[in-house]
């Protein structure tokens, strides 16, 4: 028996069961659907409109991260402590002319007066050659690092599994695309970008049993009636603390761009919203609790999934599944709080399961706030006018959901006209 057939269609079907969906559907070009709601400016309960940049920095802003934390993410820690237990250099020379480098780290948290430490993990980081302060891609893939950064120098544990290589990642980038878990990192370099990247499993682990209790033990001492924290915003507290790292070298990069694809799409958002030092996302279809509004949605549904998710997100998020209108915040509201940096959402018209569209009305939704800043929000009226010169740019391609060879030349195109430019 062809054992290649098989191994396609078991990849697809676990597709289709968790991060995605295939479809016969199309999104459609122009918006469709209702507006986002409560409006990005507006108050809570009594305390009206926002009525300049400062009320926004001020007030609302920090009413929204509370209310995100508490209704869909959970809290981040109160304080955390990053170490570098090491730092190597493994090749001076690797993909095609850059400096590849490898980080041992280890995170305290603390949760009011309690302290939980993380397990060990990893960070490598490779830069083009004579650019040390070249703008850091900071990656986040389904893969371990050894298969994102595809290097035989690079620690890998010995019972390490991954997306191993052979027949079984040839069916994954089949159904996926080509660069699902392995950026195209010589044209990254060419281009000018450093590419690092972190294994965020290695501390908050991507399954629901195991998940739930790392997340557990990571929330330790966390104040009564704060919700734990779910897998995405500790995914997101790992963009911080690759940040971290980097910058203790003294030629730290100027600009930090967090990168991420469906899950790790949405923790790209969230890291950005929460940490100022995040210049500029890419955040490629990120769906629900992603970029995509959750009120009359197409796709996937809050409760299907926190069904198949328990582990990425608050408690709280469960009540509303099936009762999206109740909620007090919507995604909007998470884009609007990184502006007016730029952010790049990446989008595929068979991708319905992940709502394009609703994205789209997101970034409506968030325009006002871009606008506020003075800065170039939104710069389009359908889903598929490419505007990479934008601070809210929106990109679309035929297809489903993965990372596909038109991806990359999308997404290096806007960074070109957002961070080489400078």
């Known amino acids: ?32 659907g209702p507006a986002a709601q409560p409006e990005v400016l507006g108050g809570f309960g009594s305390q009206g409109q926002i009525s300049s940049l400062e009320d926004w920095t001020e007030r609302r802003r920090p009413a929204l991260k509370d209310a995100l934390q508490a209704n869909i993410y959970g809290y981040f820690p109160d304080s955390y402590k990053l170490a570098v237990l090491d730092r190597k250099v493994l090749d001076e020379n690797a993909f095609g002319g850059g400096r590849l480098e490898e980080y041992k780290l280890r995170a305290q948290l603390h949760f009011g007066e309690a302290t939980s430490e993380t397990k060990i993990f990893y960070m490598d980081v490779v830069t083009p050659a004579g650019a040390p302060n070249a703008p850091v891609i900071l990656i986040q893939t389904f893969c371990p690092r050894w298969d994102t950064l595809p290097h035989p120098a690079i620690y890998r544990p010995e019972d390490a599994g991954g997306c191993g290589g052979g027949p079984a990642t040839g069916a994954m980038t089949y159904v996926f695309g080509r660069y699902i878990a392995t950026p195209p990192t010589e044209t990254i ?51 911080s603390l690759m940040i971290d790292a980097l910058e203790q070298d003294a030629d730290a990069p100027r600009d930090y761009i967090s990168w991420g694809h469906s899950r790790y799409g949405k923790s790209a958002l969230l890291a950005a919203a929460f940490d100022d030092r995040i210049t500029g996302v890419i955040s490629h279809q990120s769906g629900t609790g992603g970029a995509s509004l959750n009120r009359q949605k197409k796709g996937e549904s809050v409760k299907a999934i926190i069904d198949a998710f328990p582990h990425w997100f608050a408690k709280a998020y469960e009540s509303y599944a099936n009762a999206e209108g109740a909620m007090p915040v919507d995604q909007h509201q998470l884009l609007a709080l990184i502006a007016p940096r730029p952010v790049l959402l990446g989008n595929a018209r068979r991708d319905v399961w992940s709502d394009p569209n609703g994205a789209f009305r997101a970034a409506l939704g968030a325009d006002p706030v871009y606008k506020l800043y003075g800065a170039q929000g939104l710069d389009q009226n359908r889903l598929d006018v490419w505007a990479p010169g934008a601070n809210l740019a929106y990109w679309i391609r035929p297809g489903t959901h993965g990372v596909v060879k038109e991806d990359w030349p999308a997404f290096l195109d806007f960074m070109d006209a957002h961070f080489l430019k400078k």
Request: aromatic share 10%; charged share 20%; hydrophobic share 50%.
């Open 189 to 239: 370099l060419a281009r000018g970008y450093a590419v690092a990247t972190i294994f965020p499993s290695e501390f908050a682990p991507d399954r629901k049993e195991k998940g739930l209790a790392a997340l557990k033990e990571l929330s330790k001492g966390r104040a009564p009636g704060k919700q734990r924290w779910g897998a995405i915003a500790a995914w997101a507290w790992g963009y």
């Open 1 to 32: 028996m062809n054992r290649w057939p098989l191994l396609v269609v078991v990849i697809a079907a676990l597709g289709v069961g968790s991060c995605s969906k295939l479809t016969l559907a199309w999104a459609d070009l122009k918006p469709d």
